[in-house]
């Protein structure tokens, strides 16, 4: 069983930080791509950053130049630094990534939770 979880979300100004990080545990053999999501209010789901296993980034551009991903690949973690937060970035933040269980197996694509930003004054 594999879990990825989720902190660091709340509440911040317009032009305020937060770090976001997310943490894989459970059965894990070895981890592929690690990305974040967001998903606002009737809106659907969107990539917001990814990095690969070799440390290669791909950002929305919406994000870029404020937001950094980065992965701590011994703690099976990935992180989201977001500065210069705008009212616009408000939305549930979700983890992904794609994880082989075991050597044998099929790698597979995981969720976490979600933790919620809220950019507002």
């Known amino acids: 069983q594999v879990q990825l979880v989720e902190s660091g979300g709340g509440l911040v100004q317009p032009g305020g930080s937060l770090r976001l990080s997310c943490a894989a545990s459970g059965s894990i053999f070895r981890i592929n791509d690690m990305g974040w999501y967001r998903q606002a209010p009737g809106k659907q789901r969107e990539l917001v950053a990814r990095i690969t296993r070799g440390g290669s980034t791909v950002y929305a551009d919406s994000v870029k130049g404020r937001f950094t991903i980065s992965r701590d690949s011994a703690k099976n973690t990935v992180f989201l630094q977001m500065n210069s937060l705008k009212a616009e970035d408000t939305a549930a933040y979700y983890c992904?990534?794609?994880?082989?269980?075991?050597?044998?197996?099929?790698?597979?694509?995981?969720w976490g939770q979600g933790t919620q930003v809220t950019v507002s004054s």
């Open positions: 992904n990534a794609e994880i082989r269980p075991t050597l044998g197996a099929v790698p597979n694509n995981y």
